[in-house]
């Protein structure tokens, strides 16, 4: 198939239990489990085209935490690391090696009432979608406002699992902060120590160094978050990963979230206030460099990163 055609979503494939199909054809029934209970668990990878190349970025970590959510849910979907990897290898293949959000997601495929999931058959899907910016329009800044709603804790919900129910915590803070004005939530920790985006990390600029929260404050270890913090040491840029103070938010030089769908987004404002001059700082910019440079792999030190499909 031609490298970098464009789809449309008409004709792309799903990859569903091992077998390519057209997405128009991958149904599942509206009684079923995982829908009616948030019990799907899922993993956003992407995949990039530079120079007639395209490459899949950190699959093998995306693969790997893929496992550990199913683990943490006692859900058996019966796919080993290299066989996920495959996979989504196929999957990107089959739909012409472009520039993709690529959504592997297995659920309870099952349409019965009932929370019991004992016996039932769990299915796996990976979808490859052309994915634009996530925050368009919004690349020289984000305005953001901390949440009312305060993130789930380990007592609750697995915070580091990617589990579809999870996320009706980050959509109430991300529809509150819309609603108010606001480009996109943070959200404290219980505790009330800042914790992320809805559906980001976050980074605080400070003196030169990088603060980030440390998994006390229930964030998901998030992948990207790892990219930054392991680029800002060949950047000779120290990061320190601790509690944060909702303080620290409004007097912080820069800030930035990061996540596989979000990159690397620069936060000006938060909560009203302006982060230094209000624009994009230094620090971000150079590490938003950096990353663009990781991910079309760039950086012969960090070529492992990328799969080249
Ligand atoms: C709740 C949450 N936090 C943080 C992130 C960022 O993680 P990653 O960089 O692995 O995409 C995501 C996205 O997956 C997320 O859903």
Redesign the pocket.
């Known amino acids: 198939m031609a490298r970098n055609k464009s789809l449309s979503k008409r004709d792309s494939y799903i990859w569903f239990d091992g077998r390519f199909m057209k997405s128009e054809a991958a149904h599942v029934n509206v009684l079923t489990h995982s829908l009616q209970y948030g019990t799907g668990i899922f993993e956003?990878i992407r995949s990039f085209s530079y120079n007639n190349r395209t490459s899949i970025f950190r699959l093998r970590e995306h693969a790997e935490r893929f496992i550990n959510t199913a683990k943490i849910c006692n859900m058996k979907f019966g796919l080993n690391r290299s066989q996920i990897e495959k996979a989504i290898i196929d999957t990107v293949r089959k739909n012409g090696s472009s520039e993709f959000y690529i959504r592997p997601f297995a659920f309870y495929n099952d349409s019965h009432i009932g929370l019991s999931v004992e016996g039932k058959k769990v299915s796996t899907i990976i979808a490859a979608v052309p994915f634009g910016a996530y925050f368009a329009g919004k690349e020289k800044g984000l305005r953001c406002g901390i949440s009312s709603w305060r993130r789930i804790n380990p007592a609750i919900l697995p915070t580091e699992a990617?589990l579809s129910g999870n996320y009706a915590n980050?959509l109430l803070a991300s529809m509150e902060a819309k609603a108010s004005g606001y480009d996109e939530a943070i959200l404290l920790s219980q505790e009330g120590f800042v914790a992320?985006g809805a559906?980001?990390?976050i980074f605080l600029v400070q003196n030169g160094k990088l603060v980030t929260p440390s998994k006390e404050a229930d964030?998901?270890m998030?992948?990207?978050?790892d990219t930054v913090i392991k680029l800002a040491e060949t950047m000779a840029i120290t990061v320190e990963e601790r509690e944060v103070h909702r303080e620290e938010l409004y007097t912080s030089d820069e800030a930035f979230f990061?996540?596989?769908a979000a990159g690397i987004a620069p936060i000006t404002h938060i909560d009203g206030r302006k982060l230094g001059n209000g624009n994009a700082g230094a620090i971000t910019s150079s590490l938003a460099a950096n990353y663009a440079k990781a991910v079309h792999g760039e950086l012969e030190m960090f070529k492992n990163w990328c799969t080249f499909v």
């Open positions: 956003g990617k980050s992320e559906a980001e990390n964030i998901l998030g992948i990207t978050r990061t996540g596989t």
